[in-house]
């Protein structure tokens, strides 16, 4: 069954309309701000937002915010995983709150520091962490570290897969098997066949051969993709790269800044698997900025003797605001009191009834679509089948049919993670929040199909 693309332009533009209708406040402030932010907005990819104009927010608490405008929204976008423990979550602005009334930065640890650690290490089972402002400088760190130790030059990543602002990682595969600057990548310092190498997810025969190279020195990682759609691993699949990381000597890093949906200590511990390294951000300080990265004994013990006191500074890994003491106060809290592993199973439970509604929605009107879900989070991709690697789940992208499906999702209220059909639970998320979804989702397809 194909989409009509006149009805689809048509219900878009009604769309639009209701939007408009709906929301002068958020176009007053989107004029103001636009005098002096490009787009009106504080980054430009906030744009990209479905709707004449930006979404502007009053107030945000469990899993719903209020807009300038007094509609409220059920927040299934969650801050793209920022605000996965839901929108203020009290323990953690208690603590954060606390800690702010006693100083937020000193270059020195705090009490806190050391329940961090605990905290982090026992539930992500690697012995020694460290401290970053994002996600994806913890990346940035690690990939640093591992060609220090493996003396190589390369890391290798999956295609269509996306780990931050990191410059390596802006790389696809083209179909004749080059690496070539992702679509968009802006402003490369270097040609990325130079520092990376791209296979697919889930073929574990180009792995081998791209490690056989001897040129790499870490395998960045996501264990399942969730940026392209979600993309599940087949079993065996995390095996095979540990195994392969171990024969040729590659670090392997778990990026599980989002997989951390699945569980409590993310893919790397619902699976048992054992990584040189893993990759947390976004939520960890319940939306304080804060990335953190943990390492094995025998990684650690390698990075440590790589590296001179003297000089460790400006040696290219570090950030003044890194390990602040807010972000410990917020990663302990959050850890401890909010996104408690107890939290996971009425998240699970939520995405589960989110994705049973997505389901029936899509038998009901036949459409050629699928839905996958990963713990917390849920996904729809305009395909049949589940993808099985980043290039057949890029593959049905649909701009168009997108923006349409959250703007329609807006308009009744619903805010979807942008530029995916992510839908994402926090602790806070209800029952009836998810059955706003579903009856959103029903009465859009049904627009588009009937
Ligand atoms: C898997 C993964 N890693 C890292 C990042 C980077 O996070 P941040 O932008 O907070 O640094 C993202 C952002 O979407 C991500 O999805």
Same mark, same amino acid.
Request: aromatic share 8%.
């Given at each position: 069954m194909t989409? @009509?693309?006149a009805?689809l332009?048509? !219900? ?11 929301? =002068? ?6 004029e103001?701000?636009?005098r %002096?932010?490009?787009?009106g ?7 990209k ?23 409220d ?8 995983t920022?605000?996965?423990?839901g929108?203020?979550? $009290?323990? $953690? ?8 009334? %006693?100083?937020s ?7 806190r ?10 539930r ?6 460290? #401290? ?27 295609? %269509?897969?996306?780990?931050?602002t *990191?410059?390596e990682? #802006? ?16 402003g490369a310092?270097? +040609?990325v066949s ?21 040129e790499?020195?870490?395998? !960045? ?11 599940l691993?087949? +079993?065996g699949?995390?095996?095979a ?10 670090? /392997?890093?778990?990026?599980e800044?989002?997989?951390l949906?699945?569980? =409590? ?9 054992? +990584?040189?390294?893993i990759? /947390? ?7 304080? =900025? &804060?990335? *953190? ?9 390698r ?10 500074d400006?040696?290219g890994v ?6 602040n003491?807010?972000?410990i $106060?917020?990663? *302990? ?5 909010? !996104? *408690? +592993?107890?939290?996971w199973e009425?998240m ?15 038998d009901?009107f036949?459409? =050629?679509?699928?839905?996958?879900q /990963?713990?917390?989070r849920g ?6 089948? &589940?993808?099985?690697?980043g290039?057949? $789940?890029a593959?049905? @992208?649909d ?5 349409? !499906?959250?703007l329609?999702?807006?308009?009744r ?9 992510m839908?994402?639970m926090?602790?806070?998320?209800t029952?009836e @929040? ?6 959103? #989702?029903?009465?859009?397809v049904?627009? /588009?199909?009937a």
């Open positions: 989409i @009509d693309r009805r332009a048509e !219900l878009t533009a009604r769309e639009a309309g209701v939007f408009a209708a709906a929301r =002068p406040r958020s176009r007053s402030e989107w103001r701000a636009s %002096h932010l490009p787009g907005v504080p980054m430009l990819w906030m744009r937002w479905p709707g004449p104009w930006p979404v502007y927010v009053a107030s945000g608490w469990g899993s719903h915010f209020l807009c300038v405008d007094g509609i929204h059920v927040d299934f976008c969650l801050g793209d920022g605000a996965m423990s929108h203020a979550p $009290a323990a $953690a602005v208690a603590a954060i709150a606390a800690q702010l009334e %006693h100083g930065t000193f270059m020195l640890p705090t009490r520091a050391s329940q961090a650690g605990d905290l982090l290490a026992e992500f089972g690697l012995p020694e962490w460290q #401290f970053t402002l994002s996600a994806t400088d913890a990346n940035r760190t690690l990939i640093r570290y591992a060609r220090q130790v493996t003396g190589r030059r390369k890391i290798l990543i999956h295609d %269509h897969s996306y780990h931050g *990191v410059d990682t #802006f790389a696809s595969l083209a179909p004749d098997g080059e690496v070539v600057p992702r679509r968009g990548s802006i310092p270097v +040609p130079e520092t990376t190498a791209v296979v697919q997810f889930n073929d574990v025969p180009a792995l081998g051969r791209a490690l056989a190279t001897g790499i020195a870490a395998v !960045l990682i996501e264990p399942a993709m969730t940026n392209v759609g979600i993309v691993p087949d +079993p699949y995390l095996d790269v540990r195994a392969l990381c171990t024969r040729y000597g590659a670090i /392997l890093v778990h990026d800044t989002h997989t949906s699945a569980g =409590p200590g993310g893919m790397t511990r619902e699976l048992g698997l054992e +990584p040189d390294a990759v /947390l951000g976004k939520t960890i300080a319940g939306g304080v =900025p &804060a990335g *953190v990265f943990g390492m094995s004994a025998a990684f650690g013990d990075v440590r003797a790589s590296v001179r006191l003297e000089d460790i400006v040696g570090g950030g003044t605001l890194a390990g003491a807010l972000s $106060a917020g990663v *302990v809290a959050t850890l401890g009191e909010v !996104l *408690v +592993p107890a939290a009425p699970v439970a939520r995405a589960t009834e989110w994705t049973a509604g997505v389901q029936s929605v899509i009901e036949q459409a =050629p679509w699928q839905v996958t /990963l713990g917390a996904e729809y991709s305009f395909r049949p089948t &589940a993808p099985r690697h290039a057949e $789940a593959a049905a @992208d701009f168009e049919l997108q923006q349409f !499906l959250h329609h999702a807006l308009n209220g619903i805010l979807m993670t942008p530029f995916h059909n839908a994402l926090s602790p806070a998320t029952s @929040d998810v059955a706003r979804h579903t009856e959103h #989702f029903r009465e859009a049904g627009a /588009l199909f």
